[in-house]
């Protein structure tokens, strides 16, 4: 049986198939890939053109499925009009397509997969709109994850379903928050803010929540 | 071995993508030393996935699809490949800031065993800057206005709670007395992200607190 809806869309198809792509390692970065500037270097290696046969036939249905809700993420604490929401679900979903290469569906769930290129596409997207200026694209923050072994792969793609069970299950004041600071992106002083409660109890319903999450990991 | 860690607090604000940039790349910085605490963002991660799934969908047109699958073959953006001059065990975030050595960057002198760098990330409420503490070297008593982070990059210090090491991350509030003392052998170098200056407290020290300013930006 599939964890969510989310995964039956990718579940042992298209994403499973594909051969692992090689992470580009930094040290054999030929100097000659360089095109625009010195340093820069092109991701295109990722999707060969054999990824491309298996993934477009693919794309529809994945993007019928996540489109709907990648765009009420962009629209959810109505900080984006509608028109930079559909250009955050395009931009969301071209990067689907360039990072597809690098997605284990046994590391992560399809669905807090997308959710972290979503989010991390939203906060570029709110910085270049407030004409933030930063060295640093969120992409930068990714981190160059070393091959882990196949049993702790397994104890993340297990913890990863048990998260999903106990959002179920968690109180609505503490859900509420959760939901307040990672689909409208507001800090824990903002969620406070909005919801009139003082700052020390947005802290510790968080942190109440994450407790529980913590003991379900250890079990 | 990573001993001291993020609160959970920093952490899932982390996974959430709210935490200011100074301070979300002194937690990226420490993940890339800390295997334990990259696995609690994955869970953390986990729940706004758990959270997107159940959004209420909104509707996009089909025309849309079409403009994705017409943009496929865009070129992919470029990015940083790493500084092949740099150290190996710099965290590749702050090998994209520094870019290049420590000997490269413009250090101010503060005491004679302190220089700090200030880096810019662009973080208007966070300093973002690199402590050198020469070997066994003291950084006068002090205390902070507001929040301070640090993550130990090389050598190491303690202070009146513990010793720490490279890949710790350390977290004091307000008005928290403390006195870093670089560990001997070896120069110490730390990130340290402040949203406030810090303030020396010794009589001693004192004259040189108006000359040390937030350098956020």
């Known amino acids: 049986m599939y964890a969510s809806r989310s995964d039956r869309y990718l579940s042992a198809t298209w994403w499973r198939k594909q051969?692992?792509?090689?992470?580009?390692q930094h040290k054999t970065v030929a100097s000659g890939t360089c095109q625009r500037g010195e340093g820069l270097t092109s991701g295109a290696k990722r999707s060969s053109p054999w990824v491309k046969v298996r993934i477009v036939p693919r794309l529809p249905g994945f993007f019928r499925h996540f489109a709907p809700l990648i765009k009420a993420f962009a629209l959810s604490g109505s900080s984006l009009s509608a028109t930079h929401a559909d250009?955050?679900?395009q931009e969301v979903m071209l990067k689907v397509w360039q990072k597809a290469g690098g997605f284990n569906p046994e590391k992560a769930a399809a669905s807090t997969w997308v959710y972290t290129i979503a989010r991390n596409c939203r906060t570029d997207m709110f910085r270049r709109l407030q004409k933030f200026d930063t060295p640093l694209a969120s992409d930068d923050f990714e981190l160059e994850s070393e091959e882990e072994e196949s049993f702790i792969v397994l104890h993340t793609r297990r913890g990863s379903e048990r998260v999903r069970e106990l959002m179920g299950e968690l109180p609505p004041d503490q859900a509420q928050i959760l939901a307040k600071v990672y689909m409208e992106g507001k800090s824990h002083s903002e969620a406070a803010a909005e919801l009139d409660l003082p700052l020390g109890t947005v802290k510790s319903r968080?942190?109440?929540?994450?407790?529980?999450l913590q003991a379900l990991m250890e079990a | 071995m990573v001993k001291h860690h993020p609160p959970a607090e920093f952490l899932t604000e982390y996974a959430a993508?709210?935490?200011?940039?100074?301070q979300s790349a002194c937690v990226a910085a420490h993940l890339s030393y800390c295997q334990r605490c990259r696995h609690i963002v994955e869970r953390l991660e986990d729940i706004g996935g758990a959270h997107f799934e159940q959004l209420d969908?909104?509707?996009?047109g089909d025309s849309m699809l079409d403009r994705v699958l017409a943009r496929l073959d865009d070129p992919e953006p470029l990015r940083y490949a790493r500084n092949e001059a740099s150290d190996d065990r710099l965290p590749g975030l702050l090998d994209r800031l520094i870019n290049g050595d420590y000997a490269d960057l413009a250090w101010k002198r503060v005491t004679q065993s302190l220089s700090i760098s200030y880096l810019k990330t662009g973080d208007l409420e966070h300093e973002f800057a690199l402590y050198r503490i020469a070997e066994g070297g003291k950084i006068p008593e002090h205390t902070h206005g507001g929040s301070e982070?640090?993550?130990v990059l090389s050598g190491g210090f303690s202070d009146e709670v513990g010793e720490y090491h490279p890949g710790d991350f350390i977290v004091r509030e307000g008005w928290d007395k403390h006195t870093p003392v670089a560990l001997e052998g070896e120069e110490c170098i730390c990130l340290a992200v402040l949203d406030a200056p810090l303030r020396f407290t010794r009589l001693r020290h004192r004259w040189l607190n108006p000359l040390i300013k937030l350098n956020a930006g």
């Open chain 2, 17 to 22: 993508g709210v935490l200011p940039v100074a």
């Open chain 1, 206 to 212: 968080v942190r109440l929540a994450i407790q529980k």
């Open chain 2, 149 to 151: 982070m640090t993550l």
């Open chain 1, 87 to 89: 250009e955050l679900v």
């Open chain 1, 19 to 24: 051969p692992r792509a090689p992470r580009p």
């Open chain 2, 57 to 60: 969908p909104q509707p996009v």
